[in-house]
């Protein structure tokens, strides 16, 4: 098992607002210590009807526009802003990643070259986006299995294996859901995909939207490489995920727990620790001997 590695999912957290979104990768990279700062690109009237995109948003204290599309363009990042934020990112030594939600988003992300590219649940049936980072980014391709059956899952893998990339697939546990209750969260699922998939794919994740941060521990413990949680600066910010999502101080914890975690799952070396021999000779140098 390698060393966890911690993604901040900053997504549109950053409310349209490059200052938030620099201070973001920052507060990650400096005082969390993350290993990635990731962020969301959309082309909204590719993914989205006509009538998805004139609707009201669902939940119209949380939104940005009078419909659901003006909504999701005002968070909405263009590729020269992702081309900054990357440079920023290199900067503060922590590398950049994007969630891409339609083949253009993923066209104009692959242009600037991350090592990492994510594949967020709700796409990942869509072929045309794996067809199209399947024969044209090199880098990591990062997948979660929110909302998927087994089939499905199967199904994907075995796409990637087809088109000789599975080796460069991260598969992630992940439930659905902002926040997902404790009992939701399933970690054995993290078992599960080992069992099917460790062989065959390059590495295993835990894409996390619960409350807290003890979770994440046990799934260090239980073999996930990749720890992604929604992280913002301020939960009571207007939007969707910052409910859902770490604020600073809690990132840095769970960048330390999960550290502390992994450098703890070992077998003893020797059957008597060198540690614990100072102790051994002081507590038990009177007691009969065997």
Known sequence: MKTPKIIAEIGANHKGNMDIAKELIQTAAIFCKVNVAKFQKRHNKELLSEAEYK???????????????????????????HKELKKWCEGL??????????????????????????????????????????DNFEGEIHLSFGMTTQEEE????????????????????????YPVPFEDICLLEIKRLQNQFSHRVKSLGFSGHHLGIAVDSAAVALGAEWIERHFTLDRTWKGTDHAASLEPDGMRKLVRDSNAVYRALSYK??????????????????????
């Open 154 to 177: 199967e199904k994907i893998v075995s796409f990637f294996e087809q088109k000789q990339r599975a080796k460069d697939l991260v598969v992630y546990s992940c439930t659905s859901g």
């Open 93 to 134: 030594g922590v590398e950049y990643s994007t969630s891409v939600w339609d083949v253009t988003s993923a066209k104009e992300i692959t242009s600037i070259n991350p090592k990492l590219i994510k594949i967020p649940s709700a796409c990942n049936l869509n072929k045309k986006l794996l067809d199209y980072l399947a």
């Open 269 to 290: 070396k020797q059957e008597v620790l060198d540690i614990e021999k100072v102790q051994r000779n002081k507590l038990k140098s009177n007691q009969i001997k065997w």
């Open 55 to 81: 609707a009201p948003h669902p939940n119209p204290h949380n939104s940005y526009g009078d419909t659901y599309g003006a909504h999701r363009e005002f968070l909405e990042l263009d590729l020269d802003q």
